[in-house]
């Protein structure tokens, strides 16, 4: 068993971060213990703590992202910036990036310059392209990912334009790559003694995300039509509206294709030949969808979801966001907590996916006002208070509080 | 370095996954040099074996998320499949299972009783809502998990229905969640000496996947409205129609929105009190999109592109999935590799989206055929040719080769 719900708290990041992608990695790190050097540019910080929305000024899409994170404000223009970050490797475990392609070895904080320093660094470089590739110097947002990627064609309705999803899925997603990939040098670390340099794309893992499609593409016959709500290869499976939201219904067997006709009063379904068997309903799928919905929208979701549940069809309202994180649910499985962020006060957080030995990540602190910690990450690699007043003086650290 | 680009070359999985989400765990951890004992049901098989789309009777969705694995074929309901459980539990480093909740215990392999055969064991289960609270026993699939988890409510047209992704979005990224979780496990075990259960739900991941609206939800004045391809803070930050296509632009400064219009000869939007800062944009979004798709669909998305990324302006073409993959970036970072696949010969997979040290990781071999490895996994863990032969006799152990 853990000796606590944080499996890496002896881990120390130099955190070079950002944008979401990135910074989505270092969140996670830091919420499994990992102790988070959040090095920001010096009177600008994050970028993110100028977006919306904000409570009392401070961005709340920054201390979200940012919470038990540690804040140095650091001029790295300066000799004397470069050198902290020399020193802080040498305590570092990991480097996370993910400035435009190449910036940071022009800056002299590449890998092959920290890897001298320190043999068992990891270091993990994010990037819209990868460093290679006729694309590599190109600019990649979360829509312009989804756009290479195959996600944005694929997504969205039949008739419809390609889509992009309301969130930054792909950055999210590439972080999820990304900490894997700090994992397995750090597992690697324990096991040979050496460190590595790992690169990830997001147009790489926004590909992985549609394998399924890509599989049919290069295996099957799937042009790239966008199917909406419904399935390219089972049917019933899809968003259908009632008369008060949308349900998911899924019949992926004959048995649930009975089961539902019979549930709804629509026994002559099943002997239909248009419905007959999965094959001549996904043939005639957007008739089917407009038949089922013409009896779905006389029934209220959380009705309809209870019918097609007793008769064993996957069925699930489709919850409106102020249910989806209010919900009986949401409560008894802690998917958020109440934590104390400076400026703020007493404000909701959401907690890790990842539960160990049935424990949730307790989150420690809200996020850091910038340069908020920048004297005791100092102190903690070696520098003295006087060392470090010099240094504040000469505008290479900052404590701008904002 | 790595001393190869498999960091898991000594970890065993016992895979008991059934469900995408949980078979791209073993998949992932698979490309990763780890040995992937998967267990199949005696007789059929993992589901996938029966899903389209086929080459040569062979579902080339099942290959795809099972390559580089191992299959053993093994009836579970005698004592004498439990007991070569126990015996692989031995040897294993990893548990992974996705069973219906609870099914695994009623089994007698529950984490309590393995962790018994081997306190090292990282055991990892996959579900739908986690082991408690009250949708526990609901069954989740990767529609549901966005119909519950907030991605169904966000996605889609402002005026049209909630949406699902094309893929199993919700299937993957949970998956790449729980990598992290067999990783941390994993790393702990190097650490500590002691291995964890580790519970994680499809709903909790999807939750964080929408992170951004939660967020804008709990802090700021979000509704739940769908944007579609607008943002809800940046405008112009979306997907427009071209001649040929649609392109991602966006213009997420002042500087950006004017070297936009003076492009498009459109200088006159600078000084349009309706578009005169992104506040007044965004209050104009949907006639703003109108707008700019009046110009856009005179161009040609490759030509808009090229123009448009010349002054500055993030933009990309979305890419149609024929051109996605097949792409110069495509073939030039590796994204695929053909590899001998039994059954259907030499086929195309995807590789993983990691590369350490610079280096792909190379895909060993294709899909197993349904216990073609039982004889080998037994053999590892000690059993002698007689006592398998009897094992296959009493068909405990089966070779089906399907």
């Not at 499976?237 to 294709?257: F, L, S």
Request: hydrophobic letters at 35%; aromatic letters at 10%.
């Amino acid at each position: 068993m853990f000796k606590s719900n944080k499996p890496l708290e002896n881990i120390k990041v130099l955190d070079f971060t950002i944008a979401l992608a990135g910074v989505y990695v270092s969140w996670q790190l830091a919420d499994m213990g990992a102790e988070v050097w959040k090095v920001e540019k010096y009177g600008v910080g994050d970028q993110s703590r100028a977006w919306a929305p904000f409570i009392n000024g401070m961005s709340t899409l920054y201390t979200s992202y940012n919470k038990n994170k540690k804040s140095i404000e650091l001029d790295l223009r300066q000799e004397k910036g470069k050198e902290i970050i020399y020193n802080m490797v040498k305590k570092a475990d990991v480097v996370l990036e993910n400035f435009k392609s190449g910036s940071i070895d022009k800056l002299g904080l590449g890998y092959d310059k920290l890897k001298e320093i320190n043999p068992k660094i990891v270091f993990v470089s994010l990037s819209g392209f990868g460093k290679n590739g006729p694309l590599a110097k190109l600019p990649c947002y979360d829509a312009i990912a989804a756009a290479r990627g195959g996600f944005a064609a694929s997504n969205g309705d039949k008739k419809g334009s390609p889509m992009k999803a309301a969130n930054a899925n792909c950055d999210t997603l590439t972080g999820t790559h990304a900490l894997n990939a700090v994992l397995m040098g750090l597992y690697n670390v324990r096991k040979t003694g050496k460190g590595s340099y790992i690169d990830i794309a997001m147009s790489d893992t926004v590909m992985v995300s549609v394998a399924e499609t890509i599989i049919d593409y290069f295996t099957g016959n799937y042009q790239g039509t966008r199917f909406g709500n419904n399935d390219r290869f089972i049917a019933p499976y899809g968003i259908y509206e009632t008369r008060d939201g949308w349900v998911v219904i899924i019949a992926d067997t004959e048995d649930k294709w009975k089961a539902f006709c019979k549930a709804l009063n629509k026994k002559e379904w099943i002997t239909n030949p248009k419905y007959i068997n999965n094959k001549s309903r996904i043939e005639n799928v957007e008739e089917l969808m407009r038949e089922i919905e013409k009896v779905t929208i006389n029934y209220k979701r959380k009705e309809l979801e209870k019918i097609l549940l007793e008769v064993g069809v996957p069925t699930s309202e489709v919850l409106p966001f102020i249910e989806a994180y209010t919900s009986e649910h949401a409560n008894k499985t802690n998917c958020t907590s109440m934590v104390n962020q400076d400026k703020v006060g007493l404000m909701r957080f959401y907690n890790n996916p990842l539960q160990f030995d049935n424990k949730i990540c307790e989150i420690k602190t809200g996020a850091p006002l910038l340069g908020a910690n920048s004297r005791e990450i100092l102190k903690k690699i070696g520098y003295t208070d006087e060392k470090i007043d010099e240094l504040y003086e000469k505008k290479v650290l900052g404590s701008s509080l904002i």
